[in-house]
């Protein structure tokens, strides 16, 4: 699995996965990983997770509709989670194989490219 340029990921869309698929080496994984800034592996090298800390709560509500948004046109849905009313992480996972798949990066670089109010 070739390391992809953020540019290349959010070119793609994300392909519909029923299993099958291998995950991402822990290696593999960790080399895209250089590419995705403030991303980094969970849970054993099985999941991404990125965490934010934006101005207030409806900056948080905002970015997560834009996240939902982004996450339903390409059909792979990330957790998110929010903590303390602005304190925001997502982790995203290819569920179906229980790791990584290109899908988790490619979700991973579209999700950079939103808009977000960050805690100045």
């Not at 997560?64 to 339903?72: D, T, Y």
């Not at 991973?108 to 977000?116: F, G, R, V, W």
Request: glycine share 6%.
């Amino acid at each position: 699995m070739a390391t992809q340029t953020v540019a290349e990921l959010t070119q793609k869309k994300c392909k519909p996965c029923e299993g099958g698929v291998e995950p991402y080496s822990r290696e593999a994984a960790q080399e895209q990983l250089a590419k995705l800034p403030g991303w980094q592996m969970t849970h054993g090298g099985q999941r991404i997770r990125k965490d934010w800390t934006l101005k207030h709560f409806m900056a948080a509500i905002r970015f997560f509709q834009e996240v939902a948004r982004v996450a339903e046109e390409d059909q792979h849905h990330p957790d998110l989670h929010l903590e303390g009313y602005r304190k925001v992480w997502i982790e995203i996972y290819t569920h179906a194989i229980g790791g990584l798949s290109e899908n988790d990066f490619i979700l991973a670089a579209k999700i950079d490219q939103l808009p977000i109010e960050l805690k100045k």
